[in-house]
């Protein structure tokens, strides 16, 4: 009896000590979570061997993203739906698809001919998020610059989430894609 009250004492001493260094480690991860940058930012760049104009129509319209959107190809079922402008200023482009698209809501807020179209980017699903999407225009003699620029807040949550998935090489990688679609579109529309 003598003996079960220490090892009992001992048993207790060992679990503080294991809670107080698993509430240390927890501690320290939302530390470092809570340090990671407030805003994330994917940017691709592409010299395309069309005219400003070309190019610039195949994004300010969005009717002709189904033909060079990466996302438009893995759910090809998604429910898609326009509003607001035709194209420009005020056009809303609105999708539900399957696991891989999600649902969300472009759009456009500025646009300028052959220089830039800004879009305000909503998820839904899977997760609720809001970015900026930008694509510049830069004329370089008889090409044009593409730069795709996507920015957004990145709460708690999305912090923890960056720090085990990269998401520059993820979506970076569907940026490729899409100016490399975008491209190939302007060139068919440029020879027309």
């Known amino acids: 009896m003598k003996f079960v009250l220490p090892i009992i004492q001992l048993n207790k001493i060992m679990m503080i000590k294991i809670l ?88 456009i807020l500025e646009s300028r001919p052959a220089e830039l179209v800004r879009i305000k980017l909503e998820f839904f699903k899977p997760f609720a998020s809001v970015s900026d999407a930008e694509f510049a225009f ?23 989430f960056c720090m085990f998935v990269d998401m520059d090489k993820m979506v970076g990688g569907d940026f490729e894609k899409g100016l490399a679609g975008m491209e190939s579109e302007a060139q068919k529309s440029a020879k027309m």
């Open 20 to 107: 107080i260094a698993v509430a240390i480690v927890v501690a320290v991860f939302f530390v470092i979570v809570s340090l990671q940058p407030s805003e994330g930012r994917i940017t691709r760049e592409r010299v395309m061997p069309v005219p400003g104009k070309a190019v610039f129509e195949q994004v300010n319209d969005f009717h002709k993203w189904q033909t060079w959107s990466p996302w438009a190809k893995r759910d090809p079922a998604a429910k898609n739906r326009f509003e607001g402008a035709a194209s420009g200023k005020g056009a809303i482009f609105a999708w539900e698809g399957n696991k891989e698209v999600g649902a969300g809501r472009m759009t």
């Open 138 to 160: 830069k004329p370089e003699g008889n090409q044009t610059k593409v730069t795709w620029t996507m920015t957004g807040k990145r709460p708690f949550m999305a912090k923890m």
